[in-house]
């Protein structure tokens, strides 16, 4: 692991305290006012307010016509969407929760169940895509429980929801990239570089 690596771990919050703010219902966006990050904010949004619409109007179904006035479904925490701008003046754009700068986004993605990078339109953007997967994972391995004694892989713990225990910690990155980006990389194997 590298210095800055450990610099930018360390000066995340102790991971227990990324846990109490993680939510798999926060997404990340990068670049809100480019060109790509302007048109995945929309569909990400309308995706979501679609999702949305569909969990409330399934929650309640009536059995009978002697049943009285179904209880309101407890409240739902709605999805939010974080993200950065390229130009520093932007205030607030649609459907976003809070706007952050870029120096300050990687505390901010570790929170996100999920974040979408793209890095295609500035190299500093693949700079901190492999820098959150750096803290990503060893946040990961410090949070990882000790192997079961049984060895049986398939040996899932339930919750009473019939759901696995991390079901909702789940993380994504989608990685938006051309092949330009990955260009100047260097080959897993020098003695075939074709």
């Known amino acids: 692991m590298n210095k800055k690596s450990t610099e930018v771990f360390s000066s995340v919050a102790s991971s227990s305290d990324v846990e109490v703010h993680f939510s798999h219902k926060r997404y990340f966006i990068n670049n809100l006012d480019s060109y ?3 048109h995945i904010l929309h569909d990400v949004s309308k995706v979501l307010e679609r999702n949305n619409a569909s969990t409330k109007d ?4 009536m059995l009978g016509e002697d049943l009285g006035p179904a209880s309101p479904p407890p409240p ?10 390229l130009n520093e003046n932007a205030k607030s754009i649609d459907h976003v929760s809070r706007i952050i700068p870029a120096a300050e986004c990687i505390p901010v993605m570790l929170t996100c169940g999920t974040v979408i990078l793209d890095v295609s339109y500035d190299r500093e953007q693949l700079r901190i895509a492999t820098e959150y997967i750096k803290v990503l994972k060893e946040l990961l391995e410090k949070q990882a429980p000790p192997p079961k004694p049984s060895g049986d892989p398939d040996d899932a713990t339930t919750t009473a929801t019939g759901g696995s225990i991390g079901e909702n910690k789940k993380r994504y990155l989608i990685l938006i990239s051309t092949v330009m980006t990955w260009a100047c990389t260097k080959p897993l194997d020098p003695v075939r570089s074709t």
């Open 76 to 85: 739902e925490l709605p999805y939010e969407i974080i993200g950065t701008v």
């Open 58 to 61: 399934t929650s309640q179904s």
């Open 36 to 38: 790509h990050g302007s």
